[in-house]
Structures are given as structure tokens and as C-alpha cells.
């Protein structure tokens, strides 16, 4: 399978090759990732895109073999991190590439925070562990780290338990462990979605400030358009545990080519629709839907798995599923039909529910 | 009279259990007209879903009053209020906590005909029948249970159970933030028809501001438990008076990369709690243009133009907020005027990371 | 019905639970077929005294000191156990459940002063208590079915109340307050059903307390002394423990089985009802 960035001139810090992780449960055997193939470089934000359930958060987890075994499993692939393939490192080995090499940010903050200890004492542990500092050092480099996120009054917080902190404060903790050491690679996984907008921006610049002064990659996991479109550079939209689409931010949200981003952009209210007056008790105008839903993991359509919901569906999609295919520059698409539906420069229009 | 929800100075206090009061809904007063979508926005905790559910008469209300088709319904006998909830219907957040999973859905939805002894057993299946097919589900729903749907389909169910004994006003409590993206549209899209088709008028909460944005025609914004600004929807957007509106319009990421913005002045902190609200405007330790006043005098929700209403001291100062100069000035650790001791922040080293 | 099915095979799936329900199915049929099986009175003295058991194929559980027989005692006396457990269990699972209801319900004073009383029975322990309801009342089947019932509904009450704060806060609920549904129609239609499983797992647990508390009172002699039941039974047999150790363990092993296979039920019940282990 072809990746749009094998290409590009400097080799990425992380390459995911047709990455399958399955979990085997008595219903039946979930393909939660299916063949997904990412590539992220130095300084680079690449944004993952996708409805609930289609596999983000595995696809993470994956890369820092976190999948709880049984029932998932790594049936295929590969993940480059600088070069070295991590699928068949040891449990010690992870270890060393976790924190030190590729650093994570969890869906839930208060999940990855440990409730009896103290904040300085969790960013202490890491750097004990990892960086082999003295406890006394470790501790003023936790006051650092939680000055370098923002939290005011480190050298008080550092004592503080998490319970006593906002969740705001609380994900800006878990962002300072993270990048506790200096990893090259941060992943995050849903960073904002259980904050305010406010605090939502806040978390979402103090990312993009940590890129540019540390030139990490980062690979932000998000459901929320909104979110992509403010923080990538590149997009890649996943679907029922495949990558359907990728691209350059910019180009991916002018020029849509999969069926399903393109619906997914009409679909959001600020994406199609302009906010223009209207008058008072009128109905706004129709935002144009994308009819059905994600089919379950357990019964998966053959082919191309947005085919049910696709209005350009045609038998050829139902047979195979389609391969990721370039479509100029770093543009890249598994739709058999973006070429013709696409070369009409019209963007297809209103998939009107009828249900 | 042309407006069918009238909430004047409506208050909801909570006891916190250690014998302090949550200030859930401090004082908050709204109309709504016929076939009108009204909006109400803000941060999680600020009092929305509260107001919502005391407007309901699901929380009896502190104090205050709700008036439906101009009919008083606080502090009703419960048989009297029964009868009037028919014109006061609420769509809930949660489409799996929102349905009883022991029940059918078409048992779900024959309950408010039956509670309200409207029609025999046969004309209630055909408005059942009826119902679903406008919320666009199949009949066969009927006999299954909520389990076997998803969450949009589920919120269907939620609409049409609202929908059944004809309301005038539905609250909608973040009817679509529990939903996938694609299927959010679907939703959206229900709710303007049944609006349109049948002069419904939404209060319609939520803190998705491109949400906001598409359905409603006026929008309340709520910050702890206060409204601070009420206007028009394109008046909103065009010209946000309250500082903490401008804040929250200016957080909002924006699903067009073409309009990404240079990276601006950030609201720091977070929302007080609301056991222990600050003195005067509640806004104000987190308000980069906040005076001493502020601090002393609460303000009042005033016209500033055209039912555009604001509860800002300094809204009407000239030149407060031309271009948001002098909001950024501030931010940016240079405050414009000087402000009350305790609020003065450690000047910012950077924008992005403003001190909590 | 999709959900009973469901249910079934998820229990069904639970060997020991299923193993529990065939011991209770085989206790029931002794209770049952006694009068026919037995119909002799139990306290007829039909053999010598002290027959060990296999001894004598007339008495195949052997007799006792009286020479009654033992095996139509385990057979009459299972009735008497399995009526006082159920009937004590249903009696304190109704007013627990209605106590319950109304406080988590309606909270406040109501709350308050339900609760203050349960908390007044659960403080006194549940075996004292009951020595001293029946010693007052005399013993009879009746009194001693309602002093067992009238020490075990406050941890109903409780576990009720439980569910019901915690149900009353639902969408669900208040969505049903919102199209004007009075209070006892929610509390009956839309709480209950849904507390419904932890309520009977408690129950088929309660079953095996009751039981139990039975047999002790009928060993202290506080059982009714017109009736056999497994703790008289032991309680009689006492005095004979060293040198005929059998008329103590026969009835003892019968009741150990018997709260066993109800232990074994309501944990069946509760991995069965308790949706956070379904479709594991
Ligand atoms: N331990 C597991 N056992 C079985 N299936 C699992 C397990 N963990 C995840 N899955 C399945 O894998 C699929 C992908 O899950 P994942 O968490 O990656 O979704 P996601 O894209 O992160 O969604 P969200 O936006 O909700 O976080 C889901 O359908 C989920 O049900
Ligand atoms: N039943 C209650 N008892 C005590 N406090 C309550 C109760 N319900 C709400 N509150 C408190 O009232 C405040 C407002 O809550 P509310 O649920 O109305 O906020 P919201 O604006 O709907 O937030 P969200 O966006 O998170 O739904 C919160 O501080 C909350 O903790
Ligand atoms: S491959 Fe076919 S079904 Fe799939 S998205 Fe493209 S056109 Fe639609
Ligand atoms: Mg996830
Ligand atoms: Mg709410």
C-alpha cells in the first residue's frame, strides 16, 4: 500500500506500514484497525480524523503497544519509529521508547493522572526512570516542566494532588509529563474533548508552542473538524478502521475528494453552510447529510466500507475495497470513483437523507 | 403578546452539601417568541442544563417565575402543572440515558398520550405511527427496544416522545453533542422541519457555538449562572458587546483552515465554581478589561441597541471595544486601566501559555 | 422476551449457578412430595433409637434418639426451611422495596426518617433481634416468618434506596416527569423494573440468611414445637453429638447445600443481570 510522504525528502520520525491490530472477542473477531499507513515528520502536526469507533485511539495504542493482549493483537504490520521497527520489540524495550522516544497524551486526563500521588511526584517518576536524574534534580525539573506549560505557581503545584487541580490544569500536567522527556514524538489522543472551549484553546496553543520550541512531531487524534482545521498540517481521515483520505490541511478542506470527507465537511454547520442573516422563526438553510450510519465492527460490509452510505456507490465499490491511491501532490484517496466524481469540479451535491 | 415562554428573574440555588449553595441559575430573565430558536451558550457548569430543567419545573426553582402562554407554572399544585406540560417539552442530551431501556418505543412514546388521557388505545398507535414516520424511522421501531438503535436514531425517538402531545416550546438540552459528526446533521436538519412545520419555538442549549451558529435566531450567552448577553444571531457574530463573548467566539475553532488566525490573546483560568461566585461581575477575574467596579456592582442585563442586551460596565464606554484593541492590550500584560488588586495577573510570558 | 432469552443464556453459561439450581429444583421436590413420600407424621416414633444410617433400609437416614426417622424429617423439615425462607424474604423485599422507593424517591424528611429507622434495626444484630421478636412473640411458623422478615428489610431498604437515587436523576426519568407522569406511576413504571436485578439477587441471597436463621432459632429452641424443620432437628440431635454425630451433620449438610446452592444462584443472577459483564 502506498503512502503519500514515503516519497518526501526527509525520512519520517514515525511510518506506519498496513497496520491490522484485531481483538479477538467471543462475538467475533472486531477488525478495529485495518489497514492503516501513516507517516509523521519532525516539527510536523498531522491531524487523525474519524467518527467515534473507527479506530483512533487503537491506532495510537497500537504504536505504543498498549493494546490490552488478549483480546487485541498486532496481526500485521509494521511502525518505523526512526527507522527501528517497534512491533517485534520487547516489553522492556517499549519501555524505553515510551516517554524517552514517543510521549502520549490520553483521551482521558484524569485516567492517566494517579489520584494518591502528587503531580511533582508522577513528573519526578518518569524522569528518575528515564533520564536517571537524582530525585532532588528530577523535582526541579518537574517545577520547569509545569512552568513550561503554563501552570502558574509550579513550585506549589508540583505538591498538589490532582484532585485539587481543574481539568484544565490537569491535562496541561499530563501534556508536562509527556513531554517530561524531551520525547520526539508526541501523540494525542483527544486532548480537548472534555474541556471548554476556552481552556479547549488554551490546551490546543500550548501544543502547537511545544511543537515549534521542541520541533517534536505530533500526531493530534480528534472527531472535531474544528480542531483540524485550526492545528494541521496534514489530515488523515480514517473510516471503519481504514485511512480513506490524506491530505495537506488546506487542500483537504478545499478540495475533498473521498465521498465521506466530503460529506463530513458539508455535513458540519460552520463547514458548507454560510452564517449569513436569515429571518427570524425561518428554518436555517438544510445541512446536507450523510444518510445511515457507521456500519458495526462485527458486520462490515465487503469493499469499500462507506459504500452503504455513498451516493456515487457503484457494484465495483461493493467487490473490492479500494486501494489508497495518490491523487496529485500529497493528495491520497481509496475511492474508485474520486476521479470521475471528482473531474467534474462540482463537488456532488446534496446526499439528502430520505430516511 | 406574541412570546410563548416568558422566564423572568428566575433563580435555582442548590444546597453543596456542606452547607454552602451552589449558585446554579443566579437571577436569569428570557422571552421567547412563537416559532422562535433561542440559543443559550457557555462553559460546562455554568448552569444551562439547570436552567433548562427549572424552566421544566423538573428542579423547582428557588424563586423567580416561568410563565407559558402567559400562564404562571412555578409553585402549581402537581395536577394543574400536568396539564400545562403539555405546551413545555424537553429533548435530552443523553439519547441512552434519555429512554428507559425496559420499555418499547412505541410504548415510549404512547406514554405522554397516555398520562394525558388524550385518545383511545387505537387513534394513540396511529399517532405513534405518525410520529415516527415524521422523526423519519421505520414503524416496525414500535415493538423494539431502545438497545437495538443508535444514537441518532435514539434522538429521534427522544424528539418524537417530545413531539407527541403538540408543545408549543421544546428545550432541547445539547441535543446533538452526544452524536458522531456525520450523524449530527441528520438531527439538525429534523429539528428545522419539525420547526418549521410546526411552529415550534426551540430554547435550544448548547456549547457548540458552530451549532449555535446554524440553528438559532437569537442567542443567550450564560457565564455562571448569569445570562451576559442576549442579541440577535448575525448581531452576535457581527458585534459581540460582552468580553467574555468575544472570548468564547474567539476560542471557537473555526472548521476552515483558509480562516485560521494568527494565534490570539487566550481567555486564561477557568470558570469560578459556582459554590463561591466572585463579587459584582461574575466575569471579572477572568475579564481583561475589568475596573474596580466590576468588582463592586453587579451588572444588569441593559439595551445597548435593538434587543441587543449586554451586562457589562464598560459595554458602553466608547472605543472599549473597537477591534478588540484594547481587550488584547490587556491581555497581552499591559491592562489598559488599573484593575482591582486580587485580579491582576502575573504578566503572561507568552499568549499561548496564559497563566491559570 | 429478546431480553429474558438473553438473560438465560448468559446464567445458563454460569455451570456452578446452574448446578445450584438443580440442588433447589431437588430440595423443592422434597418439600413438596413429603406428604406422600412421608405421610406419616415425622415425629412418630417408628424405629429403635440411634439406627446409624444404611443400617436399616426401612430408615435409610437412620433415626434418632426417639427413634424417629431422619429421612422423612429432611423431607418434612425442607418445607418448613424453604416456606419461612421464601415467604420471611418476600415479606421483607416488599417492604424493603416500598420503603426504599419512597425515600430515594422523595428524599427530605421522608428520607431522612425511613432511613433513621432502618438504620435503628441494622444496628441491633439480626440474630439477637430475632431471639428476642419471637421470644416475645412465642414461637410459632408465623412469628417466626415475621421477626425473620422484620430483621432483614432494612438491607433491602437500603440497596432499594440506593437504586432509586441513583435512577431518579436519569433522562429517562425526568422525561417522564416532563409529560406530567405522577410520582407512584414513575417510581412503579419506569424506577422499578429497572432496579429489578440487584433487588432479586438480594433476595435469592436473603433466602439462604433466612434459612439459616431459622435453623438457629429452631436449635435455641425457638422454633415452633409442632413442626420439624432442619434445625430442630440439630438442635434435638445435640445432645447426642459424640456418639451419634449423624443426626447433627444430616440436617447440618442439608442446610449447608441448601444455602450453597442459593449462594451459587444469586451470584449466577448477578453476573446474568449486572450489564457491565454482558457480552463478555
Ligand atoms: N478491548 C477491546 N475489545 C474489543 N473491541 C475493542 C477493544 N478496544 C477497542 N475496541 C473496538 O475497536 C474499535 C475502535 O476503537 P477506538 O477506541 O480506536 O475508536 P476511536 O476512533 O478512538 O473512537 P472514539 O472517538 O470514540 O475515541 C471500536 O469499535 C471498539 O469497539
Ligand atoms: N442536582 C444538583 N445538585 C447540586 N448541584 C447541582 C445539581 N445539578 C447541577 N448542579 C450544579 O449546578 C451547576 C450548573 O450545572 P449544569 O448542569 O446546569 O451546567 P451546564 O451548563 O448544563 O453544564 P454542562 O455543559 O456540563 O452540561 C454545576 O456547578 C453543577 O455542579
Ligand atoms: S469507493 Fe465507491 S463507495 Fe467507496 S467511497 Fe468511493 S465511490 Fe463511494
Ligand atoms: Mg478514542
Ligand atoms: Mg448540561
Redesign the interface.
Given at each position: 500500500m502506498l503512502s503519500p510522504t514515503s516519497a518526501a525528502a526527509p525520512a519520517p520520525l514515525l511510518e506506519i506500514r498496513d497496520l491490522h491490530t484485531h481483538f479477538f472477542t467471543p462475538r467475533g473477531v472486531m477488525k478495529a484497525v485495518n489497514g492503516v499507513s501513516l507517516a509523521v515528520r519532525r516539527g510536523e502536526i498531522l491531524a487523525v480524523v474519524g467518527e467515534s469507533g473507527c479506530g483512533k485511539s487503537v491506532t495510537a495504542m497500537s504504536v505504543l503497544k498498549l493494546i490490552a493482549t488478549p483480546p487485541g493483537r498486532i496481526v500485521k504490520g509494521e511502525i518505523l519509529f526512526e527507522g527501528r521497527d517497534l512491533v517485534p520489540l520487547t516489553d522492556r524495550a517499549m519501555q524505553e521508547v515510551r516517554g524517552e522516544g514517543i510521549g502520549m497524551i490520553f483521551q482521558e486526563p484524569m485516567t492517566s493522572l494517579n489520584p494518591v500521588l502528587t503531580v511533582g511526584e508522577q513528573i519526578a517518576e518518569t524522569l528518575i526512570r528515564h533520564k536517571r536524574l537524582s530525585r532532588r534534580e528530577a523535582r526541579e525539573k518537574a517545577v520547569d516542566l509545569l512552568d513550561l506549560v503554563g501552570l502558574s505557581d509550579p513550585s506549589r503545584r508540583v505538591g498538589q494532588y490532582p484532585h485539587e487541580l481543574s481539568g484544565g490544569m490537569r491535562q496541561r500536567v499530563v501534556i508536562a509529563m509527556a513531554i517530561a522527556c524531551d520525547p520526539k514524538l508526541l501523540i494525542a489522543d483527544e486532548p480537548t474533548t472534555a474541556l471548554d472551549v476556552t481552556v479547549q484553546a488554551q490546551i490546543l496553543d500550548l501544543l502547537m508552542e511545544m511543537r515549534d520550541r521542541l520541533g517534536m512531531g505530533l500526531v493530534i487524534i480528534t472527531h472535531d473538524l474544528g480542531v483540524v482545521a485550526e492545528t494541521a498540517d496534514r489530515v488523515a481521515v480514517m473510516y471503519a478502521g481504514r485511512k480513506v483520505e490524506e491530505a495537506g490541511v488546506q487542500e483537504l478542506f478545499a478540495q475533498p475528494r473521498h465521498p465521506y470527507t466530503q460529506g463530513l465537511i458539508r455535513a458540519t454547520p460552520d463547514g458548507g453552510i454560510a452564517a449569513g442573516p436569515r429571518i427570524a422563526g425561518r428554518r436555517p438553510p438544510r445541512l446536507t447529510e450523510i444518510p445511515g450510519m457507521v456500519p458495526p465492527l462485527d458486520r462490515m460490509p465487503d469493499g469499500c466500507a462507506f459504500a452503504p452510505r455513498c451516493p456515487h456507490a457503484i457494484e465495483a465499490c461493493r467487490a473490492a475495497v479500494p486501494p489508497l491511491e495518490r491523487a496529485g501532490g500529497t493528495h491520497a484517496v481509496a475511492c474508485i470513483r474520486s476521479g470521475e466524481t471528482f473531474a467534474h469540479k462540482r463537488v456532488p451535491h446534496a446526499v439528502e437523507a430520505h430516511a | 403578546m406574541t412570546n410563548v415562554l416568558l422566564v423572568n428573574d428566575l433563580v435555582k440555588h442548590f444546597p453543596a452539601g456542606d452547607g454552602r449553595v451552589v449558585h446554579a441559575v443566579d437571577g436569569v430573565s428570557l422571552e421567547l417568541?412563537?416559532?422562535?430558536t433561542l440559543s443559550l451558550v457557555g462553559?460546562?457548569g455554568c448552569g444551562k442544563s439547570t436552567l433548562g430543567?427549572t424552566i421544566?419545573q423538573?428542579h423547582a426553582p428557588t424563586s423567580g417565575s416561568v410563565m407559558v402562554e402567559g400562564r404562571e407554572i412555578t409553585r402549581l399544585p402537581?395536577r394543574a402543572?400536568?396539564?400545562l406540560?403539555?405546551d413545555?417539552?424537553?429533548v435530552?442530551?443523553?439519547p441512552f440515558?434519555?429512554?428507559?431501556?425496559?420499555?418499547t418505543v412505541g410504548r415510549a412514546l404512547e406514554?405522554?398520550l397516555i398520562?394525558?388521557n388524550q385518545g383511545a388505545r387505537k387513534e394513540r398507535r396511529e399517532r405513534v405511527a405518525w410520529l415516527l414516520e415524521k422523526v423519519?424511522?421505520p414503524a416496525d421501531a414500535a415493538g423494539r427496544?431502545p438497545h437495538e438503535f443508535?444514537g441518532?436514531?435514539r434522538q429521534r425517538i427522544?424528539i418524537a416522545?417530545a413531539l407527541?402531545?403538540n408543545p408549543k416550546v421544546i428545550i432541547c438540552d445539547e441535543p446533538v453533542s452526544a452524536l458522531?459528526?456525520?450523524?449530527?446533521?441528520?438531527v439538525?436538519?429534523l429539528l428545522?422541519?419539525l420547526?418549521?412545520e410546526f411552529g415550534l419555538a426551540y430554547l435550544f442549549i448548547s456549547?457548540d457555538?458552530?451549532?449555535v451558529?446554524?440553528?438559532s435566531?437569537?442567542v443567550a450567552v450564560m457565564y455562571l449562572g448569569r445570562i451576559v448577553e442576549v442579541a440577535?444571531?448575525?448581531d452576535l457574530?457581527a458585534r459581540p458587546l460582552h468580553p467574555y463573548t468575544r472570548?468564547?467566539l474567539?476560542?471557537?475553532?473555526?472548521?476552515?483552515?483558509?480562516?485560521?488566525r494568527a494565534?490570539r490573546p487566550?481567555?486564561?483560568g477557568?470558570?469560578p465554581s459556582p459554590t463561591n461566585p466572585p463579587s459584582g461581575c461574575r466575569f471579572r477575574t477572568r475579564c481583561p478589561i475589568a475596573i474596580p467596579r466590576c468588582a463592586e456592582e453587579v451588572p444588569h442585563l441593559t439595551d445597548a441597541r435593538d434587543r441587543h442586551m449586554v451586562a457589562c460596565h464598560r459595554a458602553f464606554e466608547a472605543g472599549t471595544f473597537e477591534g478588540g484593541a484594547l481587550a488584547e492590550r490587556a491581555l497581552a500584560g499591559a491592562p489598559a486601566t488599573p484593575r482591582p488588586g486580587g485580579a491582576v495577573a502575573?504578566s503572561p510570558r507568552?499568549?499561548?501559555?496564559?497563566?491559570? | 422476551m429478546n431480553g429474558i432469552l438473553s438473560f438465560a443464556r448468559r446464567f445458563a453459561r454460569n455451570r456452578a449457578a446452574l448446578a445450584g439450581v438443580l440442588v433447589l429444583l431437588f430440595v423443592g421436590a422434597m418439600a413438596l412430595s413429603a406428604p406422600f413420600v412421608y405421610p406419616s407424621d415425622p415425629w412418630d416414633m417408628v424405629t429403635m433409637p440411634f439406627v446409624w444410617p444404611g443400617e436399616d433400609a426401612e430408615v435409610w437416614l437412620g433415626s434418632d434418639m426417639m427413634g424417629r426417622d431422619l429421612a422423612s424429617g429432611i423431607f418434612h423439615g425442607a418445607k418448613v426451611s424453604l416456606t419461612i425462607g421464601f415467604v420471611a424474604t418476600l415479606l421483607a423485599t416488599l417492604f424493603g422495596t416500598l420503603v426504599g422507593a419512597l425515600a430515594g424517591y422523595y428524599l427530605g424528611l421522608a428520607d431522612t426518617l425511613l432511613m433513621r429507622v432502618t438504620e435503628l434495626f441494622q444496628t441491633i444484630p439480626q440474630f439477637i433481634f430475632a431471639i428476642v421478636v419471637v421470644a416475645i412473640l412465642t414461637p410459632s411458623v408465623t412469628n417466626v416468618t415475621l421477626a425473620i422478615a422484620l430483621v432483614s428489610w432494612p438491607s433491602v431498604a437500603r440497596l432499594v434506596r440506593g437504586e432509586v437515587l441513583a435512577l431518579r436523576e436519569r433522562e429517562f426519568v425526568q422525561a417522564s416527569r416532563s409529560i406530567g407522569m405522577g410520582d407512584l406511576r414513575i417510581i412503579a413504571t419506569q424506577i422499578l423494573p429497572n432496579a429489578l436485578g440487584p433487588i432479586i439477587v438480594m433476595g435469592s441471597l436473603m433466602v439462604a440468611t433466612a434459612i439459616l436463621t431459622e435453623a438457629g432459632l429452631a436449635f435455641l429452641g425457638l422454633g415452633d414445637p409442632n413442626v420439624m424443620s432442619w434445625g430442630s432437628i440439630i438442635g434435638a440431635g445435640r445432645d447426642a453429638l459424640r456418639s451419634a454425630w449423624y443426626i447433627t451433620a444430616i440436617p447440618g449438610f442439608a442446610i449447608l447445600l441448601t444455602v450453597l446452592a442459593l449462594n451459587l444462584v444469586g451470584e449466577g443472577l448477578n453476573d446474568a443481570l449486572n450489564p457491565r459483564l454482558k457480552n463478555r
Open positions: - | 417568541d412563537r416559532g422562535e462553559e460546562s430543567k421544566m423538573l402537581k402543572l400536568r396539564t406540560r403539555r413545555l417539552q424537553m435530552f442530551q443523553d440515558a434519555s429512554l428507559n431501556p425496559r420499555v406514554e405522554p398520562v394525558q423519519g424511522l427496544h443508535s441518532g436514531q427522544g416522545r407527541a402531545l458522531d459528526v456525520s450523524v449530527r446533521a441528520q439538525l436538519n428545522a422541519d420547526k418549521e456549547h457555538l458552530s451549532v451558529e446554524y440553528v435566531d437569537r440577535r444571531r448575525e457574530w472570548a468564547l474567539d476560542a471557537a475553532p473555526v472548521a476552515d483552515p483558509s480562516r485560521r494565534r487566550r481567555l486564561a477557568e470558570v502575573s507568552s499568549i499561548a501559555t496564559a497563566r491559570l | -
